[in-house]
């Protein structure tokens, strides 16, 4: 398993500016990705952390506003960039650890940083 | 998109009953998770079901899984009041990123 740390835990942030999460692991990892979990809903991918890269993002997310970094194998952070009320979220750091016996792995996640955006 | 469908969204016991809760997918899969979200907090990992695996077991939860049906269920004994909490399925498809559930609201009466 691995054990994960998130800064800040939560935070209330006025519309146009930007907030920076970071994701710290205790060991090194390959696959970090980051989350993100609207009210009441389930959980979306954003991107995909590569170390000494830039991120993979999925559709209908863009670096512009959710810019990357992960600067080594236990250290990522993501920036929400110019703050709308529709960014007010659950903001989650994932890492993926390889099962020994075959491909599988399984997925490990952050307490979370709860984002308010008036 | 999501791949995973749950149900029920909402379930309501009593203490000591046992909870189920179901996840149905669409594509073929290397493994499946079940996690547990308390009140708006991050997600504790509770089981890994390989697709070669048809039940596992750790502690009060079971967990089958039919690939025949694309199906699993989470079954959790002798419910407690710290039970309370959101429960997600979540896919990993072959060669791809894990895909998670509407998820499973369940509140444990004492």
């Known amino acids: 398993s691995a054990v994960i740390s998130q800064k800040p835990s939560r935070d209330i942030c006025q519309r146009g500016t930007s907030l920076t999460i970071q994701c710290q692991v205790d060991s090194q990892v390959t696959m970090m990705f980051w989350y993100r979990q609207q009210p009441g809903q389930s959980l979306t991918l954003i991107a995909t952390?590569?170390?000494?890269?830039?991120?993979?993002?999925e559709s209908g997310f863009v670096i512009d506003k959710f810019p990357i970094s992960r600067p080594n194998l236990t250290f990522s952070t993501l920036t929400v960039s110019n703050m709308s009320p529709e960014d007010s979220s659950i903001y989650l750091c994932s890492v993926a650890v390889l099962g020994l016996a075959d491909p599988s792995y399984e997925q490990y996640f952050g307490p979370g940083t709860r984002l308010t955006v008036t | 998109s999501q791949q995973g469908e749950e149900d029920p969204q909402a379930l309501s016991i009593q203490e000591g009953e046992n909870a189920t809760m179901n996840c149905s997918y669409k594509t073929s899969i290397n493994n499946l998770q079940w996690y547990r979200q308390n009140s708006g907090r991050g997600l504790v990992h509770l089981i890994l079901i390989r697709s070669n695996e048809r039940e596992k077991h750790s502690g009060r939860l079971r967990v089958t899984l039919d690939t025949s049906k694309k199906s699993s269920s989470l079954l959790i004994t002798a419910s407690r009041a710290a039970d309370t909490a959101s429960y997600f399925c979540?896919?990993?498809?072959?060669?791809?990123?894990?895909?998670f559930g509407a998820g499973t609201i369940l509140r444990v009466k004492s």
């Open positions: 979540a896919t990993h498809p072959y060669g791809n990123k894990l895909v």
């Open positions: 952390a590569n170390q000494g890269s830039e991120a993979t993002y």
